[in-house]
């Protein structure tokens, strides 16, 4: 193993629990969660109240304005997966974002026209009204005391809040409560949401319908209207969630549950172990030359049949049995020359669909039972559209920018996008986002996930790796430095110390371009010991970041 890996893997000694544990990119939230377990709550129970807490303490992800996914797996092994991505408004339209020169606009990512009909509430009370323990009002009530009651800001919620309030000033909401219409909040000083708090005590006793009708609804359609957005009370009477079947795979022995699609992020991920099967990289090396040139051509392909088929099952046909057949991975593994990098533009591919940006965040949960939650969940953008529901306190999203604005043309991430993804009524974006279960012999093995729009797949891709393959703890699995492909641009994203000079000199030989760059995602893992403990990875790449359990 190569020197700056092994001094990154240091960083951090990896939390151990005997029962339950629960990581997110917010300690407060993870304790709500972990609270609610020493309660006799479910995995279930701490997943909705760590998701209701995130929204009140993480404003800049955690949401009840969003959508998102999870994958749960009981004791025994039952396995689900939960869609509650938002879908596009009943007003929606294929060029709805183009000027009359047919260029995009901003209005995709920036103020009400943005949000698709959020689905956050909805997938928490049919995950609980199913799977859950305790009272729905008992798993909800601690984020609305938060909300009340308030919490020291860290110095990066405090530079968030500024940033996002200075630079959205013509949305009244944001400016008055996130901004404090211009006396902007300090680190160590307290806040207090109250207009948050009514709207969860809303949710509190009504349930879904406390957000979906009446006055958290209103609330929302009147903050459409101003603002040329498109939502209507019709819109989010009529939301659902979509219980899926998880998909599944296997790699070295260890069985894997994740997110089919909308998720692009499962499909991709059982496609490239699918490739790698047969390929010893325990031998090969950590972040060694050969193990990197390998497996960013493994991504290369897989993102670019990303790309040609993935979309929203209930509007494309989606080839998974065919992407996901052992010979045509083993077909695909066929074409990687290990001397060599393929230049994309001759890598089979087809138009690349949307992705979530870096602003999703992700929590694991395994309870005393051995039932376990991996949910990733997003605005999108960091702090979504922008736009805070005036009389409600919370962000809503903008992910109408994951669809196609316009076909064949690059978004502002470079990204081309495609056909399959565009606009229309009722359908969901497609995403990244990749929350993973695995098992080994029939028992929980390990809980993973993390935001980070695109470098999601690889993030889980590489932190699995680190245990399965090449030992690493819980911690230092998502310590150690990543990289990232993505098919186009053309190019290996690398984390600072990911690297020796020698390992870059000879990828650059095989003909790949290296860009560097800062942290990527926000990876944070449970992985089940020998004896039934819990070791905690929670990913210091976010500073508020934190765990509980017992």
Excluded at 208 to 234: C, K, R, W
Aim: hydrophobic letters at 35%.
């Amino acid at each position: 193993m190569i020197a700056t890996a092994l001094l990154a893997l240091q960083i951090g000694a990896t939390q151990r629990y005997q029962k339950v544990a629960v990581v997110s990119d917010q300690v407060l939230a993870s304790k709500v969660g972990a609270d609610i377990l020493r309660k006799g709550g479910n995995a279930i129970d701490a997943a909705v109240a760590t998701g209701f807490a995130l929204e009140v303490v993480h404003p800049a992800a955690g949401n009840i304005g969003g959508g998102g996914f999870m994958v749960y797996r009981s004791a025994k092994g039952e396995t689900f997966a939960l869609d509650y991505r938002e879908t596009a408004p009943g007003k929606a339209f294929r060029e709805m974002y183009l000027d009359k020169n047919g260029n995009p606009t901003s209005e995709s990512y920036l103020g009400p026209k943005a949000s698709g009909v959020p689905g956050t509430v909805a997938g928490f009370y049919a995950a609980h009204q199913k799977y859950g323990k305790l009272k729905w009002r008992d798993v909800v009530e601690p984020s609305v005391q938060l909300a009340e009651r308030g919490f020291a800001i860290s110095p990066s919620l405090a530079d968030g809040l500024k940033d996002l309030a200075s630079k959205n000033k013509q949305f009244k909401g944001t400016w008055r409560i996130f901004g404090r219409s211009g006396n902007f909040y300090k680190a160590g000083e307290t806040f207090r949401q109250p207009e948050l708090a009514k709207t969860l005590e809303r949710i509190r006793d009504k349930g879904q319908s406390g957000f979906y009708e009446g006055e958290t609804a209103q609330a929302i359609v009147d903050t459409m209207n101003p603002g040329n957005g498109i939502i209507t009370l019709q819109d989010l009477k009529n939301y659902k969630p979509e219980w899926r079947k998880a998909l599944t795979g296997s790699y070295q022995g260890y069985d894997i549950v994740t997110m089919p699609p909308p998720s692009s992020g499962g499909a991709v991920l059982l496609m490239m172990f699918g490739m790698l099967k047969n390929d010893n990289l325990k031998t090969m090396g950590f972040n060694s030359a050969a193990t990197v040139h390998l497996e960013a051509e493994t991504m290369r392909r897989c993102f670019a049949d990303r790309a040609e088929y993935m979309g929203d099952p209930g509007f494309v046909e989606v080839p998974l049995l065919k992407l996901l057949d052992p010979n045509y991975l083993a077909k695909r593994r066929s074409e990687i020359d290990l001397d060599h990098a393929s230049p994309s533009s001759l890598t089979k591919s087809g138009l690349n669909l949307g992705n979530e940006k870096q602003q999703t965040t992700h929590f694991s949960i395994v309870d005393a039972d051995g039932n376990a939650v991996s949910n990733t969940y997003t605005l999108n953008d960091s702090y979504g559209s922008k736009v805070t529901v005036d009389k409600g306190g919370f962000l809503l999203n903008n992910e109408m920018d994951d669809f196609t604005s316009k076909p064949g043309s690059p978004n502002r991430y470079n990204l081309i996008q495609g056909e399959a993804n565009a606009i229309k009524p009722g359908k969901r974006p497609l995403s990244s986002m990749t929350p993973t279960i695995l098992s080994r012999n029939g028992k929980l093995f390990m809980v993973v996930g993390s935001p980070g729009g695109p470098t999601i797949i690889n993030t889980v891709f590489e932190a699995i790796l680190n245990v399965t393959v090449h030992n690493m703890t819980a911690q230092g699995a998502v310590t150690a430095p990543r990289f990232h492909h993505q098919w186009l641009p053309d190019e290996i994203h690398y984390e600072p110390f990911a690297f020796t000079n020698d390992t870059l000199a000879i990828l650059k030989s095989k003909g790949h371009t290296l860009v560097k760059g800062g942290g990527q995602g926000s990876c944070h893992v449970i992985v089940i010991g020998a004896n039934g403990e819990r070791y905690v990875g929670c990913d210091p790449r976010l500073s508020t970041a934190g765990q509980d359990g017992y």
